[in-house]
């Protein structure tokens, strides 16, 4: 056990993020007036103690110090409360609030999608939180599955979701951490104007739930692709597609919540309203006048009048203002893989957890600084040279372009390959095979869907890349004895000797018959036995060709 501070012992790692390590850990005595909860000694609590790289930055300290009161005060019931936060030497911890339940990334993962109605619901309610910090004028932009934790999600039917690492993005913004390292993540949640690094407000966060309604209903974000690069394209140049599964309604909100122009995205408190409206119009026991009232869901949706501005980001006129000259995306907001923890940082290692060093889905590695440019179309220009966005690019790509060296064994190789002409085996005549193909059973309609098992992928076992020794020869099957025919006389015509002395022999015969037996020698009028007319008949064609010999 470790105390944090006087006040709390760290007992045991409940997971990792980018950004540091949260711990269960137990209060040993109550905490002073600077804490917004005193607490009391024994109370269990989670504590997410920051990377040392941040709480070695100075101005993440002073931001830590700055933001407090706002972290402090930030209470809704669907947010998860910081109760103190505590900076003491090389330490920056902040001490919440223990939350009892999987985050819905793993709950995701391991129950599949959920029905319209239930991901409207869920969805609803951290529009609920949105709703309260953005009126408190903090955006959140990092919002994804994995910052949203299941309170009482243990089997009594009532899900709620409870918001979390408020104001972690924004304090892990510094200046010079996103210049001097290199941050990771995928960018299945990044706003179009984030990646482009035009000015952030609320509607950043909107977006995000937007994506993460789609992917509570479809289980995989709308915007996919192989590299980062792809990913954040898809986000500035291409629509969302409408799965067919998707209630029209619902429809409606998803399609407005990932607007590329963030003014035409709707307010967190209307799209908190428009989902319940949309919930209770698609269920199976809607009246008609609720199934009414959600297909003129468009009319709930109006924009926030006066959105919440990102300081820093130009948002809030003070673009490249001294909070966050350098950020242009919020850091790590981003997330192709929902698993993949927010980042600014390299891993250093650290206890295991989901989103740890050894979490197979996290997508980049940390990359050197002073690559070339080359970053997304419309980023901002940088003097001071390239973007991290840039480099985290190239990083993708890089690591798609790799080149595996290994070992190729002579006989796959396509180019060492000769034809080996092989013994056919000897096998019983088989009946050619039908494909088979798997019948899918068809889309459960959206009201009858259920919460499903997730399946899994088998994933192959590791490969070995180990020089193998080509394979010996196999020994050449000895040849057999040619059998001879049992009919010894080949077939006339067939170019065999006998067989055309056969033939003639076989034609003499038969002309001799037919000379002797039939009354051809009186319709050719001679009186010459067989052999005489041969005889005959040779001296002309003799004296023909002598004639012709001259
Ligand atoms: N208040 C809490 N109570 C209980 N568990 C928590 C709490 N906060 C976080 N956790 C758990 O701790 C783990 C790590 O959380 P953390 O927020 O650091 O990870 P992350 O969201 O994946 O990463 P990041 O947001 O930094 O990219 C998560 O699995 C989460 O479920």
């Avoid at 590299?227 to 998803?254: D, G, Q």
């Avoid at 068809?442 to 193998?468: F, G, H, I, K, V």
């Amino acid at each position: 056990m470790r105390p944090v501070g006087s006040k709390y012992l760290l007992e045991e790692p409940l997971g990792r993020g980018a950004t540091g390590t949260v711990w269960r850990a137990r209060q040993r005595e109550t905490a002073g007036a600077e804490a917004a909860v005193a607490g009391e000694p024994g109370e269990t609590v989670a504590i997410k103690v920051l990377k040392e790289e941040l709480a070695h930055d100075a101005d993440v300290v002073m931001r830590f110090l700055r933001e407090r009161s706002v972290l402090l005060r930030l209470t809704h019931p669907n947010i998860v409360r910081t109760r103190d936060l505590v900076v003491e030497g090389d330490l920056l911890a902040l001490v919440m609030d223990l939350v009892d339940g999987p985050d819905l990334h793993r709950y995701l993962r391991d129950n599949g999608p959920f029905s319209p109605v239930a991901a409207a619901l869920l969805t609803a309610q951290i529009a609920d939180a949105l709703a309260a910090s953005h009126a408190d004028g903090v955006v959140h932009r990092d919002l994804k599955p994995a910052n949203v934790l299941l309170a009482g999600s243990d089997g009594s039917g009532q899900m709620h979701p409870m918001l979390t690492d408020f104001g972690i993005a924004r304090l892990a913004d510094s200046p010079g951490l996103t210049r001097t390292h290199e941050f990771v993540g995928t960018p299945a949640y990044v706003a179009p104007e984030s990646a482009e690094g035009r000015p952030q407000t609320s509607a950043v966060d909107i977006y995000g739930a937007g994506i993460l309604l789609y992917e509570l209903v479809t289980g995989r974000p709308p915007f996919a692709g192989a590299t980062a690069l792809e990913v954040l394209h898809r986000h500035l140049s291409e629509e969302p597609r409408r799965p067919s599964t998707l209630p029209e309604p619902l429809w409606t909100v998803i399609e407005r919540c990932l607007r590329k122009r963030p003014e035409e995205r709707p307010g967190a408190e209307n799209l908190a309203r428009a989902l319940r409206a949309v919930a209770s119009g698609i269920g199976a026991h809607a009246s008609p006048a609720q199934a009414e009232a959600a297909l003129g869901v468009a009319a709930l949706l109006a924009p926030d009048p006066a959105p919440a501005t990102v300081p820093g980001t130009g948002g809030d006129g003070r673009s490249g203002g001294d909070a966050d000259p350098t950020q242009v995306l919020p850091s790590g907001a981003g997330s192709y893989d929902p698993a993949a923890a927010t980042s600014v940082l390299p891993s250093t290692g650290g206890p295991g957890g989901p989103g740890g060093q050894g979490d197979p889905t996290r997508a980049m590695p940390p990359m050197p600084m002073g690559a070339p440019a080359g970053g997304p179309p419309g980023g901002p220009q940088n003097p001071e040279g390239p973007h991290p966005w840039e480099s985290q690019m190239r990083a993708a790509r890089d690591r798609n372009e790799q080149t595996q060296v290994r070992y190729l064994d002579p006989t796959e190789d396509p180019l060492r390959r000769r034809p080996q002409r092989q013994a056919a085996p000897q096998q019983p005549p088989q009946r050619p095979q039908q494909p088979q193909y798997r019948q899918q059973p068809p889309p459960a309609p959206y009201a009858q869907q259920q919460p499903q098992a997730p399946q899994r992928r088998q994933e192959p076992p590791p490969q070995r890349y180990e020089p193998q020794r080509p394979p010996a020869p196999e020994p050449r099957p000895r040849r057999e004895p040619r059998q001879r025919s049992a009919n010894p006389m080949k077939i006339p015509g067939l170019g065999c000797l006998k067989g055309c002395l056969f033939t003639i022999i076989l034609l003499f015969v038969a002309a001799w018959l037919v000379w002797e037996l039939t009354p051809l020698q009186e319709w050719i009028g001679t009186t010459r036995g067989f052999f005489a007319q041969v005889g005959h008949v040779f001296h002309s064609v003799q004296r023909f060709v002598q004639k012709l010999g001259g």
